[in-house]
């Protein structure tokens, strides 16, 4: 997956996980939101590529179908259907395969597989996260974007979540994952890309950009 901006490009490989670091307003949502299909105009990519595809002139739903799986800022669950609903709604699997994919979501999230018809709502927030994630997850995604997703998460649930995304990424899942806690993102990706008002103002290792003194400075525009 390839993707340009107005002063850089930048790619995620399969089996990659690359954090897409920046302070709020630095073009993190819009650059995720781009990829999908959901903006367009000068703020986002100039170009997107995916798999090998320019479906820069793509609506949303060719792109998704060609194998997208998104966690979006604060979740966007369907709150009164359960948690079992959830992961069905979100499929564009064959219904038999659905419902077989549904059970493997389950055993694979614990913490879901112990209440599967509970209502999104009721669920606490790592467990509406989990939700989140394991909603993304349930058609195979090639390519796995998230917005966010530690927000208001307590450590643990974190851990848990990374764990989910390391495992993703081992099956061969690329996945580009928006943070404004850069030490967070960088402890679990193997690239940083550094955006500053929907610039690329920096690419490099996780491990050259977790030690950069100057990182904070440069995600602030300094």
């Known amino acids: 997956m390839s993707i340009v901006l107005d002063t850089g490009d930048f790619s995620v490989a399969a089996g990659e996980i690359v954090a897409l670091l920046g302070a709020n307003g630095a073009g993190k949502t819009t650059t995720i939101e781009s990829i999908l299909g959901f903006r367009g105009g000068f703020r986002g990519p100039r170009a997107i590529r995916l ?3 320019d479906v820069t002139s793509l609506p949303v739903e060719r792109r998704v ?6 966690v979006p ?3 966007r669950l369907f709150a009164s259907l359960t948690v079992a609903e959830n992961l069905e709604a979100s499929s ?4 038999a395969q659905r419902r077989r994919r549904v059970h493997e979501m389950l055993a694979a999230f614990p913490m879901l597989g112990e209440r599967p018809d ?15 994630l394991a909603r993304a997850l349930m058609d195979r995604p090639r390519l796995l974007l998230l917005d966010e997703p530690t927000l208001g998460l307590a450590p643990v649930v974190v851990a848990d979540l990374f764990a989910r ?23 679990i ?6 955006l500053n008002r929907g610039r690329v103002v920096r ?13 904070a400075d440069l995600m602030a525009g300094g």
């Open 65 to 70: 179908a060609l194998g997208i799986g998104y």
């Open 51 to 53: 798999f090998g595809e």
């Open 189 to 194: 990706a193997s690239r940083g890309v550094v």
């Open 165 to 187: 995304l390391r495992a993703a990424a081992a099956e061969g899942t690329a996945v580009l994952l928006s943070e404004q806690r850069a030490s967070l993102a960088l402890g």
């Open 92 to 95: 564009r699997l064959p219904a």
């Open 203 to 215: 690419l490099a290792s996780a491990r050259e950009l977790a030690n950069d003194p100057h990182l």
């Open 118 to 132: 509970a209502r999104a709502w009721l669920l606490s927030g790592g467990q509406q996260q989990m939700l989140a």
């Open 73 to 75: 800022e604060r979740r």
